[in-house]
């Protein structure tokens, strides 16, 4: 009797593994696709890995879903909610300030409480208790507003008659997209490559719903755990955990869904980091089953709950965020600071003669090098040395400009042009040189995940004391602290201990 489990699809055909979608399906998709062949993927997956590829066959994708992995979800609900809250400007000019600031309060509470992040169940119904209270929350702090400044009833009620007005077409807009994003899903449109990390009950009967239900927008490439398990039930594997990275990028995939895999989640997590895997979603099957985070609302999958594990690389619309807010806050700064900088490039010159400027490689995001710009405060003895030496206090080649220079930071507001280049921001990881990353990259294995990130002209761990010569492995902890718990108030608290350690002297 064979080990594996064998299912079958209402009007369809058997399969060693879980349920094949339906034969005219299958048949459409693999005629439609040059790649839809799965015994074509997986003999090129074999011959390019070395990976057993053969266990798992499961649905090869459409060649419309190759063009529309990109697409997230607030991609389409933002801009309905937009349009649908400025809709009573069409009615009506008399309100416009107030209807464009409800309307920016809106999407910012609806974004704040989840509103516009991917989900696997969709329904406007779950939604819907969250909506209505977050329209009239920011309804009524706008309507506070214009009831103090206008003192006019008769004003306030035509104001809120237009805000009813687009409440409502905010709720008829969500239904349609929601509607639309089943119908796509189920259409095969939209979907993303998935790999299962796990091989127990749990990744059997998701890796079953998932092909069974395409709904849920994910399309299963195969599943991954420690070692293959040959028992009862087990789930073929693709590879095994340490093959993840390599799969990740040779398959495609674009979301990772953690079941009940047999590691630690130390050993998981490390994986997990790596900068091709921290690319993908990630998503989770709690471990107490049935237990649910405090605030939004539960997701599942074919009632299997399911959480979303927080963007660990910023992208989508957090990533839009911090780069405006980079590109703002650099070209403000060197317009204010350029008496700053002039002085700055005149002691630089009168200190130590021509080259003002000091630009030497440095690592950035993806570990992509790059070329950081500073005021020079000291000499190196060749370019050999200016990459392999760790400068430290007190050094005798840093002359007295230099020295000041060094503790107010002063030397790095060049960078400032750095990241409207886009090549730094403004609150990241430092930037090392290229020795260094492969040096601390090899004795500290979380110190390579800060690359996820662009590097910056501050940091948390060098607010928090992590400057000179201090530990390494606590910079990096520091540092991944950040990615992992990034917002824009956390950026704007980092700049603002950065200004009092520049004011008190706190530098090298």
């Not at 209270?133 to 009620?157: C, Q, T």
Request: proline share 6%.
């Amino acid at each position: 009797m064979s080990s594996q489990p064998v299912m079958s699809y209402p009007g369809g055909r058997r399969t060693e593994f879980g349920d094949a979608p339906p034969q005219e399906e299958a048949q459409h998709d693999a005629d439609s696709d040059p790649v839809g062949d799965p015994t074509r993927v997986s003999a090129t997956a074999s011959a390019r890995s070395g990976l057993d590829t053969t266990a798992v066959l499961p649905y090869a994708g459409s060649r419309t879903s190759k063009r529309t992995r990109w697409l997230r979800a607030w991609m389409l609900t933002a801009p309905i909610d937009v349009v649908a809250l400025l809709v009573p400007l069409l009615l009506s000019q008399n309100y416009w300030r107030g209807t464009l600031a409800n309307a920016a309060l809106a999407v910012a509470i609806f974004a704040s409480g989840g509103l516009y992040r991917a989900r696997r169940h969709v329904g406007i119904l779950d939604e819907l208790p969250s909506i209505c209270g977050r329209l009239l929350a920011s309804a009524a702090a706008v309507a506070i507003i214009a009831a103090e400044r206008h003192d006019s009833v008769h004003y306030v009620g035509g104001f809120m008659r237009g805000v009813a007005l687009s409440a409502g077409l905010v709720i008829v807009g969500r239904a349609f997209s929601r509607a639309f994003t089943i119908v796509a899903r189920k259409r095969r449109w939209v979907e993303h490559n998935t790999i299962i990390i796990g091989s127990g009950p749990v990744g059997l009967e998701l890796a079953r719903l998932l092909r069974r239900y395409p709904q849920y927008g994910l399309r299963f490439v195969g599943c991954v755990d420690v070692a293959p398990d040959e028992g009862i039930g087990s789930v073929p594997l693709i590879g095994t955990l340490d093959d993840l990275e390599k799969l990740t990028e040779m398959l495609e995939c674009d979301v990772l869904v953690i079941a009940d895999p047999d590691c630690s989640e130390s050993a998981l997590m490390d994986i997990l980091l790596r900068a091709v895997n921290s690319r993908s979603d990630l998503w989770a099957v709690p471990r107490l089953w049935g237990s649910r985070s405090l605030g939004g609302y539960p997701d599942h999958i074919g009632a299997i709950p399911i959480v979303k594990i927080g963007d660990t690389k910023l992208s989508g619309p957090r990533w839009a965020v911090k780069r405006a807010s980079d590109v703002v806050f650099a070209a403000v700064a060197l317009l204010v600071l350029s008496p700053v900088l002039l002085l700055c490039a005149i002691a630089t010159f009168l200190d130590g003669g021509r080259g003002i400027f000091f630009y030497q490689e440095r690592i950035g995001r993806y570990g992509r090098p790059f070329k950081v710009i500073k005021f020079r405060s000291m000499r190196p003895a060749d370019e050999s040395e200016s990459q392999t030496h760790w400068s430290i206090a007190h050094d005798q080649r840093v002359g007295l400009v230099g020295r000041f220079m060094r503790r107010t930071s002063l030397d790095e507001l060049p960078q400032l042009w750095n990241i409207l280049r886009g090549e730094m921001s403004v609150v990241g990881p430092r930037p090392e040189r290229p020795h260094f990353v492969e040096k601390f990259s090899i004795e500290y294995p979380t110190y390579a995940m800060r690359h996820r990130v662009p590097v910056g002209l501050t940091g948390l761990a060098q607010v928090s004391g992590l400057r000179g010569d201090t530990p390494i492995s606590d910079r990096a902890r520091f540092d991944n602290y950040y990615i992992e718990n990034w917002s824009l108030w956390l950026d704007i608290k980092v700049v603002l201990r950065t200004v009092a350690e520049v004011l008190r002297g706190g530098g090298r």
